[in-house]
């Protein structure tokens, strides 16, 4: 089993549906987690961190957390074309760890 | 601001040449990594450290070296460059969250 799995995608959704963005993860004792945003040739960008169980917003993303099941979710509202881009998941097993990545999730969004 | 910056955004070497890749940061955190990116295989560690002088093995470190003798730099070290290290490299760092580099693509011919 992969310590973080997401679906390759593509996810396609029409501009300003929501987009909903899975991962899961292998480790129940996992501390810290985050979902980058990479543009085709570019470095991951940071959107969001997610520490504790349930939900936390910034502007159209919200990042869902639940532990019990080990999954992690990333949804964004009013999807833009802009938001087309490859979704990495990553995972922190304990303080002073390296963040383990997910190979990433596709989102299109078409106008 | 975070600010990563990585010495060259692309590099074109020969295979066997020593290549070093450089990596600073100004947000005084304690962590740096060095990934490779590479389609359909993700992101991979090569090595990180968590303190100066310090560093860690990562997923694959074979071919590679680093050195970390100031807190703000990270270099990563190719010693004798082959063409399976044609790649993205990317730099990072973190307190709690990471920051990534904008990358240098190393093409090895």
């Known amino acids: 089993q992969k310590e973080v799995e997401q679906n390759s995608g593509p996810l396609s959704v029409p501009e300003g549906a929501i987009a909903s963005l899975n991962c899961t993860y292998s480790?129940?004792?996992?501390?810290?987690f985050f979902w980058y945003r990479q543009y085709s040739g570019k470095s991951p960008e940071l959107i969001m961190s997610?520490?504790?169980?349930g939900d936390k917003e910034d502007g159209r993303f919200t990042a869902q957390l639940n532990k019990a099941s080990q999954y992690v979710s990333l949804l964004i509202r009013d999807s833009q074309p802009s938001d087309s881009a490859t979704y990495l998941c990553?995972?922190?097993?304990?303080?002073?760890?390296?963040?383990?990545f997910g190979k990433g999730t596709t989102l299109s969004v078409s106008s | 601001d975070v600010k990563v910056t990585q010495s060259s955004r692309y590099l074109v070497k020969r295979t066997g040449e020593k290549v070093f890749l450089e990596c600073v940061q100004d947000?005084?955190?304690?962590?740096m990594f060095w990934y490779r990116q590479d389609p359909g295989l993700g992101l991979r560690l090569i090595y990180f450290?968590?303190?100066?002088?310090?560093?860690e093995k990562g997923d694959i470190p074979e071919g590679y070296s680093v050195s970390r003798e100031k807190k703000e730099r990270f270099s990563l070290i190719l010693e004798s460059a082959s063409t399976n290290q044609t790649s993205m490299y990317l730099c990072?760092?973190?307190?709690?969250?990471?920051?990534f580099g904008p990358g240098t693509r190393l093409t090895v011919t």
């Open positions: 990072a760092s973190s307190n709690y969250e990471q920051y």
């Open positions: 997610i520490y504790s169980n």
């Open positions: 480790d129940r004792g996992s501390q810290s």
């Open positions: 450290s968590y303190d100066v002088k310090m560093k």
């Open positions: 947000m005084d955190h304690e962590n």
């Open positions: 990553a995972v922190r097993k304990r303080v002073g760890t390296a963040l383990i």
